[in-house]
């Protein structure tokens, strides 16, 4: 059974910064893309970076380019999302997928697994 879980949200003043995980397990990613996406209350899934697990490519939002880092361990198969000078509108609930198309990376519907989201909250 394949699992993502996510870790490292929490709460965070503006200008600060916060390294979210995604572990995952359950079998072999090595061909998979894993993506990072958040989620307001009352709002979408919004694609925020991806990764290749193979070659290294990633591939960011404009909201979070030039202030976010995503990287993988292999070794340790996880994913980490590093987020800089945070505001209060990326407050969201963060979610980490794992999906076979990087072409479409940025669309939620490419992802065939999700993890359970972690809380990301900044205050002014």
């Known amino acids: 059974q394949v699992q993502l879980v996510e870790s490292g949200g929490g709460l965070v003043q503006a200008k600060g910064s916060l390294r979210l995980s995604c572990a995952a397990s359950g079998r072999n990613f090595s061909n998979y893309a894993f993506g990072w996406f958040r989620q307001a209350p009352g709002k979408e899934r919004d694609f925020v970076a991806a990764?290749?697990?193979?070659?290294?490519?990633?591939f960011y939002a404009d909201s979070v380019k030039g202030r976010s880092a995503i990287s993988r361990d292999n070794a340790e198969d996880t994913v980490y999302l590093q987020l800089n000078n945070l505001e209060p509108e990326d407050t969201a609930v963060y979610y980490c997928?794992?999906?076979?198309?990087?072409?479409?990376?940025?669309?939620?519907?490419?992802?065939?697994?999700w993890g359970q989201g972690t809380q990301v909250t900044v205050s002014s």
């Open positions: 997928g794992a999906a076979l198309y990087w072409r479409t990376v940025f669309q939620t519907s490419s992802y065939e697994y």
């Open positions: 990764i290749r697990w193979g070659p290294t490519s990633s």
